[in-house]
């Protein structure tokens, strides 16, 4: 479709062919055009090379949004600056219930930026990867990191309600299970188009609940922050798909969502060091 406005904004007449047994479209022009296009083509792919961050994965029929790698990066930052100084972040920003009746709400935030050790951190960033970038790819990378930390943040509180005092936790796990969430649910912008759209819906619920199941009941784990991350994720997800599909693509409205998303991990972070 690109190529073809190129060409016709060049005069040169073409025709767009669908061949569904192979699985694609071609673009056809008269054999006196075919030079004329290719140089077209060419100049107009040189002109507008850039990185495709949210990129296909055609045996899916989804696709993978790589900015999810900002994040791991963030996180793998926090981490390698708390463990060579001597986990200093940790002791600020911990999930501690004590603290936090005390008044330190910022814990609730902080805590799913931190992680015990190299292996929960690495377990967290296997599995956010592929969560969150599946998400960021449907909602855009600033409405999923919002959603998916915010999801965090409410299985933290979940935590601090129902475990008995004195409890700590840190990680980014409720985060992740809200990311696993969003994506449970995001057929459900399909209702009313799908022929059997409950069938659909009621696929991908079931699949991110047995993944859910799988990844985060673990008895060794935060189970209560994982329960409430992933019910997050579901109810963000559902809020997001009854969005239209510009707004949720919109560039300036996901450079917002980052904004706020930085504003409220700086002012926790902030409130922690102060």
Known sequence: MDWSLVLTSQDIGSTLLHRPEEGRWLLAVAPGDYARAREAIRLYQRE???WEWRQPLPWTGMHFHWGVLFWCLVLL???SYDATHGYSLRS???LDT???RAGEWWRLVTAVSLHANIAHLVSNLTM???????AMARF????TLLTALLSGVIGNVLGWLVYPEPHQGLGASGMV????????VQSIAAWGRHPRPLRFLATGVLSGTFLFILLGLDPNTDVIAHAGGYAGGLIFGILLAQLPQPTIEHPAVNLLCELLLALLVILAWGLALR
Not at 140 to 143: A, D, F, L, Q, T
Request: no cysteine; glycine share 30%.
């Open 177 to 184: 299970m809200g990311g696993l969430g969003l994506v449970a």
């Open 140 to 143: 855009g990378p600033g409405w």
């Open 77 to 79: 930052g926090l981490h």
């Open 98 to 100: 004590q603290a936090i």
């Open 128 to 134: 956010g990867t592929l969560f969150l970038g599946l």
């Open 48 to 50: 507008n090379r850039t």
């Open 92 to 94: 600020r920003g911990i």
